[in-house]
């Protein structure tokens, strides 16, 4: 029985790593597989899913319009939907996600941020947690040691900032995994 997967965690967790690596182990046991990224995500080329330890692969782009079911089922042999930077589609993708695991009984790996630097839901990943069979965390660390939860977004100085558009692309140069209690902190010795 197919299930709709949600795999967060915070900036540097492994998430695209992981879901290039959950590809590949489903392409050697001769599975077909659709990697698929929402068109918001042009960091490291509009078609390409790339890991920062250097794992890459071309990937079907998403425009906010499409409809991912009418897509899919373009690709009637796919055995699997991978698809990262999850946060990012629409609520109604992550319906149209939903209706092609329950109707095409294919399996969906949805990876990606569940919150953003001001620790609010991102509506795709709100609707991902409202919806999945399976939510599991990838977790990462904090230079404290404790688990990191919160995308902190840093400027050039290092700075915690709380005000902005809730999209900011970037990678180790704007974010920063943290968890609460250091992020709290900080922003409170910056006031």
Not at 20 to 42: A, C, H, R
Not at 67 to 82: A, G, N, P, T
Not at 122 to 141: H, Q, W, Y
Not at 149 to 164: F, K, L, M, S
Request: charged share 30%.
């Amino acid at each position: 029985m197919a299930k709709l997967y949600f795999k967060y965690g915070a900036m540097g967790s492994s998430k695209s790593a992981q879901a290039l690596i959950t590809k590949f182990n489903y392409e050697e046991q001769g599975m077909s597989v659709w990697l698929i990224k929402p068109s918001i995500d042009t960091r490291d080329g509009q078609e390409i899913v790339k890991s920062r330890i250097g794992l890459k692969q071309f990937a079907d782009v998403i425009l906010p319009d499409d409809d991912i079911k009418l897509r899919y089922e373009k690709f009637d042999s796919k055995d699997v939907i991978i698809a990262d930077e999850s946060q990012f589609f629409t609520p109604e993708q992550i319906d149209q996600l939903r209706d092609v695991v329950d109707e095409y009984d294919v399996p969906v790996l949805c990876f990606g941020l569940r919150t953003d630097f001001q620790t609010k839901f991102f509506p795709g990943a709100r609707r991902l947690m409202e919806l999945a069979d399976s939510i599991t965390e990838i977790k990462t660390v904090c230079t404290c040691g404790r688990k990191a939860t919160v995308n902190a977004r840093i400027d050039e100085n290092g700075n915690i900032i709380t005000e902005g558009e809730q999209v900011l692309l970037g990678g180790n140069d704007r974010y920063v995994a943290m968890c609460h209690k250091c992020w709290s902190n900080k922003i409170k010795l910056q006031k």
